[in-house]
């Protein structure tokens, strides 16, 4: 893994970590996030609309647009239900999980991509330390703890929206070799706020519009950042496998696991620490892989 892809797949963890603790203090998650997307698209909708006239898009990409908006509206519908239900950290670190898995398997036998042995144990690396973030505290009663949350409501969603985070990161890589990667972020918004819509607003239109009232400035920021971030792990993708910028994304794991310490007075303990210091070195491992 290349210098500059690390240098925009770390720059993207960390700004969909802070995206992540602005849906977490909303009123309604779900809301909040579909006001975020539709922000998405009114804000970027003239550069999308030039874009577009400039680098048409190719009839071969629009079932790879809808599949992967498909996809990416799952993960929005899923992740503000698991933030409905649990914390930051709890659903954070699970929905993270999910991908460094499955990513780098759909990369291989999907899109044919090698994997070298240190970046295998990087990707192992990473899975052990987001599991490590979200123990209690190491001891047998913690590891037992952490199977029984798997069976909350919370957890359940945040496993389903990694999921959703891993096939729409495979579908990416497809993407942006056909269409320029700015566009695709924006089509990939614009397709997932329409059918997050037709998901929300026949029973929580009432949420909505108390989520615009009382947070659109954060509603505005996340409409932002949301992109961004996103649109920072395309690129890197451009030139580097989907093996390997999926699971380096999973540095956010440790990025939100320290913003909710300092923004929200979640502990951090030795056990953090450790997860942490693991997935760090799981990144390192993918950059010299």
Not at 33 to 53: D, Y
Not at 209 to 221: I, P, T
């Amino acid at each position: 893994m290349t210098a500059p892809a690390l240098a925009l797949v770390l720059v993207a963890a960390f700004v969909h970590a802070c995206w992540n603790v602005q849906v977490r203090h909303a009123l309604d998650p779900r809301a909040f996030l579909w006001c975020a997307t539709l922000a998405t698209c009114l804000v970027f909708g003239p550069a999308g609309l030039r874009l577009a006239v400039s680098h048409p898009v190719p009839q071969a990409a629009w079932g790879i647009l809808v599949l992967t908006s498909v996809f990416e509206t799952g993960y929005f519908w899923l992740l503000g239900s698991a933030y409905r239900a649990g914390d930051l950290s709890l659903v954070y670190p699970v929905a993270r999980a999910v991908s460094p898995i499955l990513t780098p398997l759909l990369g291989v036998f999907l899109l044919g991509e090698r994997f070298s042995g240190i970046a295998v144990l990087g990707v192992v690396f990473i899975v052990a330390g987001v599991l490590c973030v979200h123990l209690a505290g190491f001891s047998l009663a913690a590891v037992a703890a952490l199977g029984q949350a798997f069976r909350q409501p919370a957890t359940r969603y945040a496993l389903a929206a990694g999921v959703c985070t891993a096939a729409y990161s495979a579908l990416d890589k497809v993407g942006v070799s056909l269409v320029f990667a700015p566009l695709y972020t924006y089509l990939v918004y614009l397709g997932s706020t329409i059918g997050f819509g037709c998901l929300l607003l026949p029973h929580h239109a009432a949420a909505v519009r108390d989520e615009w009232r009382q947070h659109h400035r954060r509603v505005l920021g996340v409409g932002v950042l949301g992109p961004v971030a996103y649109g920072l792990a395309l690129l890197a993708l451009t030139f580097t496998p989907v093996s390997y910028v999926g699971p380096a994304r999973e540095v956010s794991v440790v990025m939100a696991a320290l913003l909710g310490r300092v923004l929200l007075g979640e502990p951090y303990g030795p056990q953090r620490l450790a997860g942490s210091l693991l997935i760090s070195v799981g990144v390192m491992c993918l950059a010299l892989g």
